[in-house]
């Protein structure tokens, strides 16, 4: 594709809007176009870090049990709403929001993974694959006979990628592990939350975290690792994420700070340790008073940061507080725990007669940076992420309107997309283990009656 | 005021276990897979292979913000040549100490020059040089740089790299090879992309993760952002992605570098899992649900006798395993749970009530037990369990220890470093730590000489200038 020459014409928001255009993302090229990845995984962190693989356009093909799939088509908040079918075989049943947003664009093949028949399948797959991403507990697919050290001998180009808590070797390594597990023992749960002195305990990010993100790493290491072997050495690898790991790498100053001075980062709630005023307080008034839904009668939330002297004078005066901002006024004051314990108090005693809303119409008056706390309501219905394609109506192929989140970059030449959402377990069996692994319609109907896929 | 100077003792407190300790009694077979990992994997090996972003060179223009930050550390521990450009003075973020305490700093043995945690972090494996595109000389020397470059991070306000003639369409007619990365908080175009933001949480109050983290407002919780700048990070692992990607596409197909944004908003929007879907199904708000989770039962954090304490198994096996082990101390509790037709299905135990009452009784067990004493108990049935690590316990964890997940740097500048090393292990290519901090501009003489060919006389001029 020739650059384009510049169009001197055209704002930078427009030449933006082009360049990005989610409309236009079906009318360009894809980056792993040709490339095979099989995800054996199961729950979020390996299935998420395949699919991060599959917007960019490699053949994701996802393996699951036979029948009823992976753990995470069962589960689902409250237990209420399921997509149907879960599969041919159990069209009464569906499948949970769990799965959701962790397998978009992949093909799904159900091979039991415990018999011979099974593994010889997933061997002659591997044989054609360039990637292979699993989570099971280290060392269960070596014992099958299908993990890195007898599969990197039937192609020495494969990357292996194992993902999963605490990492198959050292003291923990037969420790299963979850998501919320992998932030506890990380180190990331323990800060986060409101203030021991206020009451607090530590808190739960609420995604899944450290699998969705930790997927992204597994991820990152991937598209290094398929850069080497194509370009300079030809060889695949192995690669090994631990969870709990990733978690650790992301403290901050927290562990220099120990090492230093033995000293252990707590909790500060809302507020920021580092930059004041940056932080979250409360507006006393709900946005939606007259709402039927109980949910939007809470009060609202915003995140106002005036961290700079001058931009901390502006906020004073807008709130009308005049001893802090002689008090305070200066940045390395301001910082310390006790001047922070009086002025978001302040702060908040201003908002308690407003609306999110009143209080950002303020901020913007004096030009103050702030972000009201939006509900997944009010970002669902947000026209920047609409028109960004960030979040979008899907038409499904299986399930329908669906509105789903896109992938969390983009790129003007070979933007990563979403093509669906999920399909139900088993639903590419013919097709991929027809024409990639060459079983005939009786071998896959003798198969299929053997609950083998 | 000055800090009470207290005596710290070296790291790690407790001696790291070995291998012969770790495998003890063990039969050959089942040591053979993690010795086979230990072979391929342990860190130690890293320096005797080679990286796998070698050739990669990539500019971080970006300050006073995490995203560029973290995205460009990804890159330089797989590997990459990474320069920092600060502006002359140094990046602002350099200056963040928690609470503002000076004594928190780490401190250029030779200068004088404090660098807070924070940034020192993730400086690694990264160059520092000083320019200041604020000038037109500054620009003039970052259009030359660019040429030797294949990556360019930055984070200015929308457009205005542009409107300076170092913006992506001009930078790709110098070279056409180059990947160029726009990062910020909500985006370059769209209805937001005036309205400013540098740090998160700014990107976590604007995607719905503020919002549905901490408990519900009738158990007295509220909205509640991360410790860290999360949002920051994982925005920054999804610009490291993107970058990627048109890297293996420039090499294997067009030859030509594109343009890429990512934002930390929308890395988390990708992630926030079943909102959206949910939302769409019947107008449900996702609502917080503090420690526990709506989707799982048993799969939460409670407060036990010395702490917090997780525990699951959401499935009937494991479900079982947990009421067993409360069994042999409170027979009682068993009995309630197993005798509960209410509780007999899956599907069932996720309603609110259920919940409840499944944490209530699970707190009768968990308030006698410490952390350590449940981990060992429950593990005894192979169910996930742990307790919520601070700091100091994470640093001083023996499987972290041992696998090298915390380690100590000796930095020329700055004395010994406690760091988070990289999770990007490897058999062949691993992610690893070359060294950790650099004073503001120490590679200026390295990078403009090597790259650009400066004269002494051209250093003393643009420091005069303060160009850099």
């Given at each position: 594709?020739?650059?384009?020459?510049?169009?001197?014409?055209?704002?930078?928001?427009?030449?933006?809007?082009?360049?990005?255009?989610?409309?236009?993302?079906?009318?360009?090229?894809?980056?792993?176009?040709?490339?095979?990845?099989?995800?054996?995984?199961?729950?979020?962190?390996?299935?998420?870090?395949?699919?991060?693989?599959?917007?960019?356009?490699?053949?994701?093909?996802?393996?699951?049990?036979?029948?009823?799939?992976?753990?995470?088509?069962?589960?689902?908040?409250?237990?209420?709403?399921?997509?149907?079918?879960?599969?041919?075989?159990?069209?009464?049943?569906?499948?949970?929001?769990?799965?959701?947003?962790?397998?978009?664009?992949?093909?799904?093949?159900?091979?039991?993974?415990?018999?011979?028949?099974?593994?010889?399948?997933?061997?002659?797959?591997?044989?054609?694959?360039?990637?292979?991403?699993?989570?099971?507990?280290?060392?269960?697919?070596?014992?099958?006979?299908?993990?890195?050290?007898?599969?990197?001998?039937?192609?020495?180009?494969?990357?292996?990628?194992?993902?999963?808590?605490?990492?198959?070797?050292?003291?923990?390594?037969?420790?299963?592990?979850?998501?919320?597990?992998?932030?506890?023992?990380?180190?990331?749960?323990?800060?986060?939350?409101?203030?021991?002195?206020?009451?607090?305990?530590?808190?739960?990010?609420?995604?899944?975290?450290?699998?969705?993100?930790?997927?992204?790493?597994?991820?990152?290491?991937?598209?290094?690792?398929?850069?080497?072997?194509?370009?300079?050495?030809?060889?695949?690898?192995?690669?090994?994420?631990?969870?709990?790991?990733?978690?650790?790498?992301?403290?901050?100053?927290?562990?220099p700070l120990y090492g230093k001075h033995g000293i252990t980062r707590e909790r500060w709630g809302n507020w920021d340790t580092q930059l004041c005023v940056h932080g979250i307080i409360k507006?006393?008034?709900?946005?939606?008073?007259?709402?039927?839904?109980?949910?939007?009668?809470?009060?609202?939330?915003?995140?106002?940061s005036a961290y700079q002297d001058q931009d901390f004078a502006r906020l004073c005066k807008a709130v009308g507080e005049s001893t802090l901002a002689t008090k305070y006024a200066k940045a390395?004051?301001?910082?310390?725990?006790?001047?922070?314990?009086?002025?978001?108090?302040?702060?908040?005693?201003?908002?308690?007669?407003?609306?999110?809303?009143?209080?950002?119409?303020?901020?913007?008056?004096?030009?103050?940076?702030?972000?009201?706390?939006?509900?997944?309501?009010?970002?669902?219905?947000?026209?920047?992420?609409?028109?960004?394609?960030?979040?979008?109506?899907?038409?499904?192929?299986?399930?329908?309107?669906?509105?789903?989140?896109?992938?969390?970059?983009?790129?003007?030449?070979?933007?990563?997309?979403?093509?669906?959402?999920?399909?139900?377990?088993?639903?590419?069996?013919?097709?991929?283990?027809?024409?990639?692994?060459?079983?005939?319609?009786?071998?896959?109907?003798?198969?299929?009656?053997?609950?083998?896929? | 005021?000055?800090?009470?100077?207290?005596?710290?003792?070296?790291?790690?407190?407790?001696?790291?276990?070995?291998?012969?300790?770790?495998?003890?009694?063990?039969?050959?077979?089942?040591?053979?897979?993690?010795?086979?990992?230990?072979?391929?994997?342990?860190?130690?090996?890293?320096?005797?292979k080679p990286e796998a972003l070698s050739r990669l060179r990539v500019l971080d223009c970006t300050t006073s913000m995490m995203i560029g930050h973290w995205c460009s550390s990804q890159l330089?521990?797989?590997?990459?040549?990474?320069?920092?450009?600060?502006?002359?003075?140094?990046?602002?973020?350099?200056?963040?100490?928690?609470?503002?305490?000076?004594?928190?700093?780490?401190?250029?043995?030779?200068?004088?020059?404090?660098?807070?945690?924070?940034?020192?972090?993730?400086?690694?494996?990264?160059?520092?040089?000083?320019?200041?595109?604020?000038?037109?000389?500054?620009?003039?020397?970052?259009?030359?740089?660019?040429?030797?470059?294949?990556?360019?991070?930055?984070?200015?306000?929308?457009?205005?790299?542009?409107?300076?003639?170092?913006?992506?369409?001009?930078?790709?007619?110098?070279?056409?090879?180059?990947?160029?990365?726009?990062?910020?908080?909500?985006?370059?175009?769209?209805?937001?992309?005036?309205?400013?933001?540098?740090?998160?949480?700014?990107?976590?109050?604007?995607?719905?993760?503020?919002?549905?983290?901490?408990?519900?407002?009738?158990?007295?919780?509220?909205?509640?952002?991360?410790?860290?700048?999360?949002?920051?990070?994982?925005?920054?692992?999804?610009?490291?992605?993107?970058?990627?990607?048109?890297?293996?596409?420039?090499?294997?197909?067009?030859?030509?570098?594109?343009?890429?944004?990512?934002?930390?908003?929308?890395?988390?929007?990708?992630?926030?899992?079943?909102?959206?879907?949910?939302?769409?199904?019947?107008?449900?708000?996702?609502?917080?649900?503090?420690?526990?989770?709506?989707?799982?039962?048993?799969?939460?954090?409670?407060?036990?006798?010395?702490?917090?304490?997780?525990?699951?198994?959401?499935?009937?096996?494991?479900?079982?395993?947990?009421?067993?082990?409360?069994?042999?101390?409170?027979?009682?509790?068993?009995?309630?749970?197993?005798?509960?037709?209410?509780?007999?299905?899956?599907?069932?135990?996720?309603?609110?009530?259920?919940?409840?009452?499944?944490?209530?009784?699970?707190?009768?067990?968990?308030?006698?037990?410490?952390?350590?004493?449940?981990?060992?108990?429950?593990?005894?049935?192979?169910?996930?369990?742990?307790?919520?690590?601070?700091?100091?316990?994470?640093?001083?964890?023996?499987?972290?220890?041992?696998?090298?997940?915390?380690?100590?740097?000796?930095?020329?500048?700055?004395?010994?470093?406690?760091?988070?090393?990289?999770?990007?292990?490897?058999?062949?290519?691993?992610?690893?730590?070359?060294?950790?901090?650099?004073?503001?501009?120490?590679?200026?003489?390295?990078?403009?000489?090597?790259?650009?060919?400066?004269?002494?006389?051209?250093?003393?001029?643009?420091?005069?200038?303060?160009?850099?």
């Amino acid at each position: 594709m020739a650059t384009q020459p510049i169009n001197k014409a055209q704002s930078f928001e427009e030449f933006c809007r082009e360049s990005f255009n989610p409309k236009k993302e079906f009318s360009k090229p894809e980056v792993l176009k040709g490339y095979r990845v099989l995800s054996c995984t199961q729950y979020i962190l390996g299935p998420s870090c395949a699919s991060y693989l599959a917007e960019l356009g490699a053949e994701v093909i996802k393996i699951e049990a036979p029948r009823r799939g992976e753990a995470m088509r069962h589960t689902t908040p409250f237990n209420e709403p399921f997509l149907y079918p879960l599969s041919r075989w159990v069209p009464e049943r569906g499948t949970g929001l769990g799965f959701v947003g962790a397998n978009p664009n992949e093909y799904f093949v159900s091979i039991d993974f415990h018999r011979p028949e099974g593994q010889a399948l997933v061997k002659k797959l591997a044989a054609k694959s360039d990637v292979f991403v699993e989570n099971y507990r280290p060392g269960t697919f070596d014992r099958w006979g299908i993990g890195y050290r007898q599969l990197k001998e039937i192609n020495p180009r494969l990357i292996y990628c194992w993902l999963g808590g605490f990492g198959g070797w050292g003291p923990g390594r037969v420790r299963a592990s979850y998501d919320i597990l992998g932030q506890s023992q990380g180190g990331n749960f323990g800060m986060t939350g409101k203030q021991e002195y206020l009451g607090g305990a530590p808190a739960k990010h609420t995604i899944w975290l450290a699998d969705y993100w930790g997927g992204m790493m597994g991820a990152t290491q991937v598209l290094a690792a398929l850069y080497w072997r194509d370009h300079v050495s030809g060889e695949g690898t192995f690669t090994e994420y631990s969870q709990v790991h990733g978690v650790t790498r992301q403290l901050e100053y927290a562990l220099p700070l120990y090492g230093k001075h033995g000293i252990t980062r707590e909790r500060w709630g809302n507020w920021d340790t580092q930059l004041c005023v940056h932080g979250i307080i409360k507006c006393g008034k709900s946005s939606y008073p007259k709402s039927e839904n109980p949910q939007e009668l809470e009060e609202g939330y915003i995140m106002i940061s005036a961290y700079q002297d001058q931009d901390f004078a502006r906020l004073c005066k807008a709130v009308g507080e005049s001893t802090l901002a002689t008090k305070y006024a200066k940045a390395d004051v301001r910082i310390k725990a006790q001047s922070q314990m009086e002025i978001y108090p302040a702060l908040e005693k201003w908002a308690a007669d407003k609306t999110k809303e009143q209080v950002a119409a303020v901020m913007d008056a004096n030009n103050i940076l702030n972000q009201p706390v939006w509900n997944a309501k009010e970002v669902a219905n947000h026209p920047h992420w609409n028109e960004r394609g960030s979040l979008r109506w899907l038409d499904d192929p299986t399930y329908g309107e669906l509105l789903h989140q896109a992938p969390g970059y983009k790129m003007s030449a070979t933007p990563p997309r979403l093509k669906w959402a999920l399909k139900p377990v088993g639903a590419d069996n013919e097709r991929i283990l027809g024409e990639v692994a060459g079983l005939s319609a009786a071998d896959l109907k003798r198969l299929e009656e053997q609950e083998c896929i | 005021m000055a800090a009470p100077q207290a005596k710290v003792a070296p790291w790690p407190a407790v001696p790291t276990a070995k291998p012969e300790e770790v495998y003890a009694g063990l039969s050959d077979q089942a040591k053979a897979y993690p010795l086979f990992l230990e072979s391929i994997l342990r860190p130690e090996h890293n320096f005797e292979k080679p990286e796998a972003l070698s050739r990669l060179r990539v500019l971080d223009c970006t300050t006073s913000m995490m995203i560029g930050h973290w995205c460009s550390s990804q890159l330089s521990e797989l590997g990459a040549e990474v320069i920092q450009v600060e502006p002359p003075g140094g990046d602002p973020l350099r200056k963040l100490t928690p609470f503002g305490r000076q004594e928190y700093m780490f401190e250029d043995k030779e200068t004088g020059e404090k660098v807070g945690g924070q940034f020192l972090h993730e400086m690694r494996n990264k160059s520092s040089i000083t320019l200041n595109v604020e000038t037109e000389e500054g620009r003039k020397i970052l259009r030359e740089l660019a040429v030797h470059a294949d990556v360019i991070i930055e984070n200015a306000p929308p457009g205005q790299w542009d409107e300076w003639g170092i913006g992506y369409r001009q930078l790709r007619e110098i070279n056409p090879r180059l990947i160029y990365c726009w990062v910020g908080q909500r985006g370059q175009w769209g209805p937001l992309k005036d309205k400013p933001g540098m740090l998160d949480p700014i990107a976590q109050s604007a995607c719905g993760f503020v919002h549905g983290t901490g408990d519900p407002k009738e158990f007295g919780g509220q909205p509640t952002r991360s410790a860290l700048w999360m949002a920051d990070h994982v925005g920054g692992s999804c610009a490291a992605m993107g970058i990627l990607a048109a890297l293996i596409y420039r090499e294997n197909v067009s030859g030509e570098g594109q343009f890429v944004e990512a934002t930390s908003a929308e890395a988390i929007i990708r992630i926030l899992d079943y909102s959206w879907a949910w939302y769409s199904m019947d107008g449900s708000i996702r609502p917080r649900y503090g420690n526990w989770d709506l989707a799982i039962n048993i799969y939460a954090v409670n407060p036990c006798k010395d702490g917090y304490m997780m525990v699951g198994g959401g499935h009937d096996r494991l479900w079982y395993r947990i009421w067993r082990t409360v069994g042999d101390e409170y027979p009682a509790v068993e009995e309630e749970i197993l005798g509960d037709q209410r509780l007999r299905e899956v599907a069932d135990r996720l309603a609110h009530n259920q919940q409840v009452k499944t944490y209530t009784l699970l707190g009768e067990w968990l308030k006698d037990n410490p952390r350590a004493d449940a981990e060992r108990k429950l593990s005894k049935q192979q169910v996930a369990s742990g307790g919520v690590l601070y700091v100091n316990e994470v640093a001083e964890y023996p499987h972290f220890k041992y696998r090298q997940h915390v380690a100590e740097y000796d930095s020329p500048h700055y004395g010994k470093i406690l760091y988070g090393t990289t999770p990007y292990q490897q058999h062949k290519t691993p992610g690893r730590l070359k060294w950790l901090g650099r004073p503001t501009g120490y590679d200026n003489q390295d990078v403009f000489r090597r790259l650009l060919g400066f004269t002494g006389e051209d250093f003393a001029r643009l420091q005069k200038a303060h160009v850099i």
